[in-house]
């Protein structure tokens, strides 16, 4: 719980908020004032019943983005609208929980119903279908918003509305898209994406998974490794090698045959389900097929659309290490000065400012292409490729200026650290993407 | 039931606020801002009253013209339609002006009720709803920590210092919403999104002329140092004394 003292150091130094109140006249001033902060304690959080001690979650100290460049002008008022609620309900209600999800290996179930509340599932897809229809940046802001508070969060979004909704609304039938997105969007079902397998991750066409025809139905038989959500997933879009080429189908969880097995002992990503799943002759009717789903392309559509969203939730994770390490400079005194004092340290936010600024302006420009329905999939690969490179060495040199400090997990800085250890990987990795940068500049294909 | 919140636009209590040149008024450049806590409060009773009665909300407001991503936030959490009287001059218009203007504004729209906040959190005068009450005859009352209405009345709790009032008032009337009353609820995507569709006018406020202004802004001293009244079970009834005595706060 927030401890009076915190709220006495918030009061004292963010006391020139009201000029207009001048309570520090004397040393009693503050007293008097310290009276007072029932007012202000409520008013600042005023939904906020869990407080911690540690920066992100102090209601005296919020989270304060970095926006070197003003960018915040570029966003329509309904863009930031938005942006502000999911990090105002990160905030309240999600920060209060993460240490104890992250450090039990679990996630927070008993928000989904809030997130889906919130709107985050599918939020671009159309109202029709349970969406909310926004724009491609509205989407970046919500994962940037989702990643700044922790990993596991945005990647539980981005499953649901990027890996499954996604595919069933661009490859379904009609009848699957009135069946399943209007339950996915509301939280009732929660979905999964089952592409890589155990010896294939940057290689999925080499994937064993089969999909038999056996008269009207399908017989599904593999295994699936990495699944996000596998283990509390009602249904799970499975990619599958078929006679004519690999297809994707709609799976039901609960059917005869199919498992999904909880991967245990990760060191990354630890507030987020990550699960096996196994078919063991999974019957499914023709119904569960994607029609429009044809060839690798299928998989690989979804995906483009999942690395979008990361380009921006690496942003936010590298923003949360910056904002917690510009403020742990500041505050902690070192040879009797603040560590901010030192060149080495300015040299390290100074670098850090500029590679989260440029790393902006990539989300944003590349949102924009979205939205104007110009993007490319190499144009995702540079974006993913950069931000996460660029959240993940942002996360090392912030854990190191918070020294012993950035070991605990009282500091967000670790956590991001070790989430961006899989971000880095999954979605493609950081080679892969570097291999398709390469194929697309030069038109040399280097995989192999 | 016709309901409006009155809500007002203020500098966010987590951002560092500047004098500007001149000392009367705030430099605004790279301020942020947000709906006065309290009136947060106002938008969701507003909200409630209405999915109890039925009726509509509108949110009114009397700020810069700069305002609407805050009022749009209003309709977002469940307001029908917003009315910004505009006024640039927020920080030296004074009480009585404001309260004339809003109460000509609630006169005009025949409002049952009004929910405002029990103080805006920038100026921190708690005068304008019960101004706004005297100069429309209604009744007014403040502070409220629960409510009920049943057609042409209300019940409200108070606190007080000195303890909880409950009282009976008529309709129309203007209640100032306390902690307490209701946990505001969260935006959610689809309620922003139908916000933008929803009623926005802007007109220009009446406003009287000031009969008080703001003629000095200082930015609160620095902390004085502070003073060791001595250690151990010995310094214990010096800082009661210097408690009771100086500070005065026991």
Redesign the interface.
Known sequence: MGSSISWARGL?W???????????????G???VF?KSCH?A???Q??HHLLRLNPQSDPMD?Y?QLDFLALDDQFS??E???R??VR??CSERFMPLVMEHFEAGTFPMELVGELA????FG?TVP?EYGG???NSVTYGLICQELERADSGLRSFVSVQGSLVMYPILAYGSQEQKQEWLPRLASGEAIGCFGLTEPDFGSNPGGMLTTAKRDGDDWILNGRKMWITNGTCSQVAIVWARAEEGIRGFIVPTNLKGFSAPEQKHKWSLRASITSELVLEDVRVPNGALMPEAKGLKGPLGCLTQARYGIAWGAVGAAEACFDEALRYSKQRIVFDKPLAAFQLAQKKLADMATDISLAQLMALRLGRLKDEGKFTPHQVSMAKRNNVSMALKTSRTCRDMLGANGISLEYHTGRHMLNMESVVTYEGTHDIHTLALGHELTGIPAYR | MNIVACVKRV?N?????K?ADGGTS?DESGLSYMIS??D?LAIEEAVRTKEAHGGEVTVLTLGPSEG??EI??CL?KGGDRAELLADSNWLSRDCRASAKALAAKLSDLGADVAFMGRVA????NAAVGPMVATYLGWACVTDVVSLEIAEDKGTARRETETGIETIEFSLPAVITCN?GLN??R?????G??A??KKPFEESPAELVDNQASVIA???????????ILGTGPDAVPVLIDA?RN????I
Do not use: H
């Open positions: 004292f963010k006391g020139n908020r009201s000029p207009l109140s001048p309570f520090f006249g004397s040393p009693w503050f007293l008097r009276w202000w409520w008013a600042i005023p939904r919020p304060q008022e309904e930031l609208m938005v502000d609620a105002s309900w509340e919130l709107g985050v939020p109202e909310a229809g926004l | 500098p209590t987590e951002a560092v606020v004098v705030l806590f309290y947060e609407t991503k749009r936030e977002a959190t920038d100026r921190d902690k946990e505001p969260y935006s959610n995507l689809k922003i999104m916000a933008k802004l200082t930015p609160p001293s620095p902390r004085a140092e502070g003073r408690l100086e500070a005065k706060v």
